[in-house]
């Protein structure tokens, strides 16, 4: 099974700077075939389900703000909000679906510092 | 626009079988491609995939939980129901339908239910 690990657990921002999280797969989310990563990430705000920000690890969902961005490959990967706002206040995780069982990794909450 | 909302018992006791609903809407289970998940969150915890069903009735199960699962869709009454039999308080948790989009391995959920929360207590 390919574990997700992500870092740190918690981070605490000031408003308008960035905030940065990384997710580490214990397998590379790279398919050779496609040249895909199969690495999405999500935002939970406390009571809601999560929302999809991004799919094949930096390809933007409809509607989410520029200021969050996805990038890596292989094992390795970065969510960037890159000026934090009041309204990102959340836990993300990321989500390996390269291969079953799907995972998520353990999540990151963000808060303003 | 799609939406998933999840239905069933809030409280089961131990050793007792939960069955959810999703009911959904704004999209079709006979589309190629498109599947339902079922997703869970204990309290406080992180999420944990269970299941899933593609529009052609192909299944895929976590495997630790395999034995203890069945998911089976209703497409004509655009429903999809998740089966846990054995309950245990360490099930105790959110339970969420999603929505997978229909392509080749685009297995990530872009369309979430609301949730319910089971607990499992005697």
């Known amino acids: 099974d390919i574990v997700m690990t992500q870092s740190p657990d918690s981070l605490a921002v000031s408003l308008g700077a960035r905030a940065t999280i990384t997710c580490k797969s214990s397998q590379s989310v790279l398919k050779s075939s496609d040249k895909k990563n199969y690495l999405a990430w999500y935002q939970q705000k406390p009571g809601q389900p999560p929302k999809l920000l991004f799919y094949?690890?930096?390809t933007r969902e409809s509607g989410v703000p520029a200021r969050f961005s996805g990038s890596g490959s292989g094992t390795d990967f970065t969510l960037t909000i890159s000026r934090l706002q009041a309204e990102d206040v959340a836990v993300y995780y990321c989500?390996?679906?390269?291969?079953?069982?799907?995972?998520f990794g353990q999540g990151t909450k963000v808060e303003i510092k | 626009q799609i939406t998933l909302k999840e239905s069933g018992p809030t409280l089961v006791k131990p050793t007792q079988t939960l069955t959810l609903t999703c009911t959904f809407s704004g999209f079709s289970l006979s589309t190629p491609g498109v599947g339902v998940a079922w997703i869970r969150q204990p309290p406080g915890k992180a999420l944990e995939w269970l299941t899933l069903i593609y529009w052609d009735d192909d299944k895929r199960y976590r495997p630790s939980l395999e034995s203890r699962i069945t998911i089976v869709k209703d497409t004509s009454k655009n429903h999809v129901v998740l089966v846990m039999t054995n309950m245990d308080p360490v099930d105790t948790a959110t339970y969420y339908c999603?929505?997978?989009?229909?392509?080749?391995?685009?297995?990530?959920?872009?369309?979430w239910g609301q949730g319910t929360l089971v607990t499992v207590s005697s």
């Open positions: 094949w690890a930096s």
């Open positions: 999603a929505h997978v989009p229909p392509g080749r391995g685009e297995n990530f959920f872009d369309s």
């Open positions: 989500h390996q679906y390269y291969s079953t069982p799907w995972a």
